[in-house]
């Protein structure tokens, strides 16, 4: 059974702290993604990986960095957490195809609070 | 620019009265359009891919259709444990989706 895993379901951080979020995916997936997810809004693109130590922007990077420095592991890191980084943060994982797109399988999310 | 619009925000339906969910879009360069499924407190779950316009998938009581300018879900006889937030997501020529806000759909027994 595929599994996408976050390391943590709920996380309360204060401004300015640096947060780091993982995500730990088992199915030998090359890409993977974070978005964040608020009330109203679709799910939005932070950054995403298409193999090892390899990142892309996507349309909210500002605020965020990423790290992969192995296949199964991404992680979002938040340099200095602000209170409108409050969100929903959902990481995925998709098998790479030349010249497709395949369905991504997504983690249980990680509800974030900064106070 | 890119946009998906999903109606209605909410719906409301009983035990067996079928009825369906619209996503439309304006994407340039459209490769596909996804629809996940999301139950409270869960990351989405794929349903369906829809590549080219008069194309159609089922699965159950769910059934996805593509235009080229819109997409539905047709739920037919819903049963409660179809209650979730369905949502839309247009490929963009890019390999990026774009995704709408999702339509909340309770089914009361």
């Known amino acids: 059974d595929v599994k996408v895993t976050q390391s943590s379901r709920y996380l309360v951080k204060r401004t300015g702290e640096k947060v780091f979020l993982e995500c730990v995916q088992d199915?030998?997936?090359?890409?993977m993604f974070w978005y964040r997810q608020d009330p109203g809004l679709g799910l939005r693109l932070i950054y995403f990986?298409?193999?090892?130590?390899?990142?892309e922007k996507g349309d909210i990077p500002e605020g965020y960095s990423v790290s992969r420095e192995k296949k199964e592991r991404f992680s979002l890191i938040l340099e200095s957490a602000s209170t409108n980084q409050t969100s929903m943060y959902l990481c995925a994982s998709s098998l790479y195809r030349t010249g497709g797109y395949t369905e991504a399988f997504f983690g249980q999310g990680t509800r974030l609070t900064v106070v | 620019e890119d946009q998906v619009t999903q109606s209605p925000e909410a719906l409301r339906l009983q035990e067996g009265e079928s009825s369906s969910l619209n996503c439309s879009y304006t994407v340039s360069g459209l490769r596909g359009l996804f629809w996940y499924r999301q139950d409270p407190g869960k990351g989405p779950e794929f349903l369906f891919t829809l590549y080219s316009a008069g194309e159609e998938k089922e699965k159950e009581r769910l059934k996805a259709t593509l235009t080229k300018k819109e997409s539905f879900l047709h739920i037919t006889a819903p049963k409660p444990e179809d209650s979730a937030t369905y949502l839309c997501a247009p490929l963009r020529s890019n390999y990026q989706l774009i995704w709408g806000a999702g339509t909340k759909l309770i089914i009361k027994p």
């Open positions: 199915m030998d997936h090359e890409n």
């Open positions: 990986s298409y193999d090892v130590k390899m990142k």
